[in-house]
């Protein structure tokens, strides 16, 4: 019987895990140190100084930056997806008005087209059904606008406490914002919307991982065109 075997009779069996501590600490050792005998294994001592070098390539530092930029270089997620809120209540209000004068304008036309003599009655029918359609997106583009209102809002108060909750709400809305932009073939509104959407889903699996949080943020936090930012 080997000296292993009769102190693991004598003691016990000892715990995996202190073994595997055991052999994890004794990784680099310098070729002059003398060994140690425990449990039938040399076992060498380790500088302190050594562990903790290694657990600094093993992990990025705590003051580096995790989180991706917006759009690569412009600032830090968190302050991309409140500028671009921002920018959403402008768009809101520009297809408000615009919706608004167009509904008039066809609400005009239809004035106009019961003065006007046609010949043939399917031909101002189906003006009328043409006017009728542009009335009904007109309307439905206010509906959505004034919906998406409740949206950006949350998308800000997300952004601002930190809850990848309302960020991923908000990010859902502007999905389904550029799909219906896609569906009545309003391109220029669906490339927006979806540069929308775009900072609302990294930031979300940036509090997701942690690489974005409240106590970080004074590490993430960059923009371009602030001196004071973090490089």
Request: proline share 2%.
């Amino acid at each position: 019987m080997t000296r292993q075997d009769s102190e693991t009779e004598k003691h016990g069996e000892q715990p995996q895990h202190e073994h595997n501590t055991t052999v994890a600490s004794t990784v680099s050792v310098s070729v002059n140190d003398s060994p140690s005998l425990v449990g039938g294994q040399n076992v060498y001592s380790v500088d302190p100084s050594i562990i903790q070098q290694l657990s600094t390539i093993a992990e990025p530092a705590a003051t580096d930056r995790q989180a991706i930029l917006c759009c690569g270089f412009c600032c830090d997620l968190l302050r991309a997806c409140i500028i671009v809120n921002v920018m959403n209540y402008v768009y809101i209000v520009a297809t408000f008005f615009i919706s608004w004068n167009g509904i008039q304008i066809v609400n005009t036309l239809n004035t106009d087209l019961g003065e006007v003599d046609y010949v043939d009655d399917d031909a101002l029918n189906d003006r009328y059904s043409e006017l009728g359609t542009y009335e009904g997106l007109y309307f439905l583009f206010i509906v959505v606008e004034l919906v998406g209102l409740l949206f950006t809002t949350l998308g800000i108060v997300g952004a601002v406490k930190f809850n990848r909750c309302l960020v991923l709400t908000c990010a859902i809305w502007y999905c389904f914002e550029a799909i219906f932009a896609m569906c009545v073939a309003v391109w220029w509104a669906a490339i927006i919307k979806g540069f929308f959407a775009y900072p609302h889903i990294v930031l979300f699996a940036a509090l997701t991982t942690g690489k974005i949080s409240r106590q970080r943020y004074t590490i993430e936090r960059y923009c371009c065109c602030d001196s004071d930012s973090d490089v």
